[in-house]
């Protein structure tokens, strides 16, 4: 097929294959009896495969053989029912009087926003949240019904789309205000959106000395709704971190003063992951989980909630190549065997996320064995020492991130080697990646 076109050329390719079984099909199991290979309609995003979610085992392991056949054996596996569960364990934690706003941005943290989005509906959840308008019109597009928050706002020209797909964008200043009802009058319609008030970050929203004023102003627009007010702990991660009470005490009193005023507000929001986990005072009437919905705690220490990761990244060895000691092994030689060696190629390098910081540092799972990355991580290629692993050959499943038996290799251990966080590794995972979506 010929691909005509600036990035912007849109495909939207559906190639479905039904699974024969001699059980019996109940209704409300159909749906989830269909395997997708699909490109959604929106600019040339990963390829995906949807597995059904009550099928697991040799099922799944055979499922996901006949997808990457004929393909790179280099994929993501997505378990969407770990994603419910760790959305289910985040409401029980708060309780009934505490609403859900998932973040889905930066397409889900590498997980894929639609499909995430539509389990998350699924399960109840109050609001989903993104960071441009761009990513909420895919999941508009797509079917998501919920109510999702721009977290960037808009820019001048958007507010008509903003209006017409039913999506509240965050707001910073009294213009933006004016911009928006300007839209929803001549639609004659209503628009939604919440307050971005900056306490103490300095980086986004109106600053907390003139938030009061500035909320207040914004109410005689009368086709728009200020539906809350909200801000961005700068250290939440942190427990003890003064600027954490500082914030949150500023944007209490901005509360307290808009409802002496009798301000009506549906959301109160300052929490992420790590004010969820780290400041229960800091709760108010409404979160935004992100890092812990996909399974991944954003502190140092140890917590308590038994988080089920979401994503795995895997490959399988291409070549072996058995190398006499003192050989000096890709670009630059960075590494030079100790001994007589094998050494293994893996189909995946830094153009899939795999970051070359983890070059002569990082690790990975092959036969239930720790195998280390050996000389520079390329764009396509990388390298691993299997010198000590009983029986390797040709084809063997390798995990980049996740479990294998015993071991596993979690998000936070590849950042805490590439002195980053486990946002940037889960986001870094590139789209040519097939994502493998399990309990679709």
């Known amino acids: 097929m010929r691909i005509s076109g600036e990035s912007k050329t849109r495909l939207s390719i559906g190639v479905r294959f039904w699974l024969s079984s001699s ?6 199991d159909f749906r989830d009896r269909w395997i997708c290979d699909q490109i959604p309609s929106y600019p040339l995003h990963h ?3 949807i597995l059904p979610r009550k099928k697991f085992g040799y099922r799944q392991n055979m499922d996901i053989e006949k997808f990457m056949r004929g393909k790179r054996p280099t994929w993501a596996e997505v378990n ?14 708060l309780g009934r009087d505490v609403k859900v706003m998932a973040v889905v941005k930066a397409d889900a943290y590498g997980h894929g926003a639609l499909p995430v989005a539509q389990r998350l509906e699924r399960c109840g959840v109050n609001s989903l949240a993104v960071a441009v308008l761009e990513e909420a019109l895919e999941l508009r597009k797509m079917g998501i019904r919920c109510s999702i928050l721009l977290f960037n706002g ?38 939604t959106y919440h307050f971005k008030i900056d306490t103490g970050m300095s980086r986004l929203g109106v600053d907390w000395t003139k938030a009061v004023e500035t909320v207040e102003n914004s109410s005689s627009e009368q086709s728009v709704i200020c539906e809350g007010i909200y801000t961005h702990l700068s250290s939440a991660e942190i427990a003890g971190s003064p600027s954490n009470r500082i914030q949150i ?22 929490a992420n992951s790590a004010g969820i986990l780290n400041l229960r005072y800091g709760w108010f009437d409404g979160v935004r989980p992100g890092l812990v919905l996909y399974g991944i705690s954003p502190l140092e220490q140890a917590v308590e909630m038994p988080l089920q990761p979401v994503l795995s990244f895997k490959t399988r060895i291409m070549q072996l190549r058995r190398v006499h000691k003192g050989t000096s092994i890709g670009y630059g030689g960075a590494y030079k065997t100790d001994q007589e060696s094998l050494i293994a190629t893996l189909p995946v390098g830094y153009a899939d996320g795999l970051s070359r910081l983890l070059s002569n540092k990082g690790s990975v799972l092959i036969r239930g064995h720790k195998a280390a990355i050996v000389g520079r991580i390329s764009m396509d290629l990388t390298l691993i020492n299997v010198t000590h692993v009983p029986s390797v050959q040709v084809g063997d499943e390798v995990v980049l991130i996740g479990k294998q038996g015993t071991l596993e290799v979690v998000a936070n251990d590849l950042a805490r080697l590439t002195l980053t966080i486990p ?12 994502r493998i979506y399990v309990g679709a």
């Open 23 to 28: 059980e019996p099909d109940q209704e409300d």
């Open 423 to 434: 946002y940037e590794i889960l986001c870094g995972i590139s789209r040519r990646v097939p």
């Open 80 to 93: 969407l029912d770990h994603l419910e569960s760790n959305f289910r364990m985040v409401k029980e934690i």
């Open 47 to 49: 390829h995906s495969l």
């Open 154 to 191: 808009f820019w001048s020209g958007q507010e008509e789309e903003i209006v017409h797909n039913n999506l509240t964008p965050a707001v910073f200043s009294l213009r933006m205000v004016q911009d928006l009802a300007q839209v929803a009058n001549r639609l004659k319609t209503k628009a």
């Open 249 to 270: 005490e500023r944007f209490q009193n901005i509360v307290k003063s808009l409802e002496l005023k009798n301000f009506p507000l549906k959301w109160r929001h300052v």
